[in-house]
C-alpha cells in the first residue's frame, strides 16, 4: 500500500496547466501524461477495490467483536439475576478478553479505512486529470491546426510577394523595350526623306473648284426648273 500512494505522490501534487505551459511541444507531452495516466487508472482502480474490501472486512470483524462483547455483557446480567455469580464472572473476563481484542481490531479498522480513503482521493484525482487533459489536448490540437495552417498562409505570401517582384520587374524591362521602340520609329521618322506635297495640295483645291463648280451648275438648273 505504501508503495502504491508514493508511486502517485507525484499526481497528487502535480499542477498539469504548470507542466504544460514548461513543456516544448504539450501536444506529445499530453499524450504520453495521458498513456501513463491511463495506466495507473486500471492499476489504482484495483488496488483501490482491495483496500475498500480490506476496510469492509475490518469493520465487519469490529461489529461482530462488538456484538460478542455486548451478548457477554448480557449472559452475565443473567447470570447474577439467576444467582450465579461464578457464571456471571466467567461471562465478564470473556467480555475483557473480547474488548482487549477489540484495540487490535479498532486499530486495523482506522489503518484500512485511512487507506482506503486516500486510494479513493487518488482513484478521483485520475478520473478528474484525465477529463481535464482530453479535453486541453483537443484544445492544443486545434491550436496546433491554426498554427500550421498559419505557417503555409505565410510561406503562400511569401511566395506572392515574390511573384509580385518578378512582376515589377518584368514591367521595368517592358517600359525599356517600349522606350526603345520609341526611340527607333522616331529616328527612322527622322531619316526618311521629305516628300513634295505641293501637287497633292493643289489637287486638294483643283478638286474643291471642279466640285463647287458643278454644285453651283446644278443649282442653277434646279431654280431654272422651279421658275426662280
Not at 488496488?47 to 460478542?68: F, G, P, Y
Not at 464472572?89 to 484500512?112: D, G, M, P, V
Not at 511573384?163 to 521602340?181: P, R, T
Amino acid at each position: 500500500m505504501a508503495g502504491i500512494i508514493s508511486r502517485f505522490k507525484d499526481i497528487m501534487s502535480s499542477n498539469i496547466n504548470a507542466l504544460l505551459d514548461k513543456a516544448e511541444d504539450p501536444s506529445k507531452m499530453i499524450d504520453q501524461y495521458l498513456r501513463n495516466l491511463e495506466s495507473d487508472l486500471g492499476k489504482v482502480k484495483s488496488e483501490t477495490a482491495s483496500v475498500m474490501a480490506e476496510e469492509k472486512r475490518a469493520k465487519r470483524e469490529l461489529d461482530e467483536l462488538d456484538e460478542q462483547i455486548n451478548k457477554m455483557q448480557k449472559y452475565a446480567e443473567k447470570a447474577l439475576i439467576a444467582g450465579n455469580e461464578s457464571d456471571a464472572k466467567l461471562f465478564l473476563e470473556k467480555k475483557s478478553q473480547l474488548s482487549q481484542n477489540k484495540q487490535t481490531l479498532q486499530k486495523s479498522y482506522e489503518i484500512a479505512a485511512e487507506n482506503a480513503s486516500k486510494m479513493k482521493i487518488m482513484h478521483d484525482k485520475l478520473i478528474k486529470d484525465i477529463s481535464e487533459l482530453n479535453a486541453r489536448r483537443d484544445q492544443l490540437k486545434a491550436k496546433l491546426a491554426v498554427a500550421k495552417t498559419q505557417e503555409r498562409l505565410n510561406k503562400i505570401g511569401a511566395s506572392v510577394n515574390g511573384a509580385k517582384g518578378n512582376l515589377s520587374a518584368f514591367d521595368k524591362m517592358e517600359d525599356k523595350i517600349n522606350k526603345k521602340i520609341d526611340e527607333a520609329n522616331a529616328m527612322n521618322e527622322l531619316n526618311s526623306p521629305k516628300e513634295d506635297n505641293i501637287e497633292n495640295l493643289m489637287s486638294k483645291y483643283d478638286y474643291n473648284k471642279t466640285n463647287n463648280s458643278e454644285v453651283d451648275d446644278e443649282l442653277q438648273a434646279l431654280k431654272n426648273k422651279l421658275g426662280l
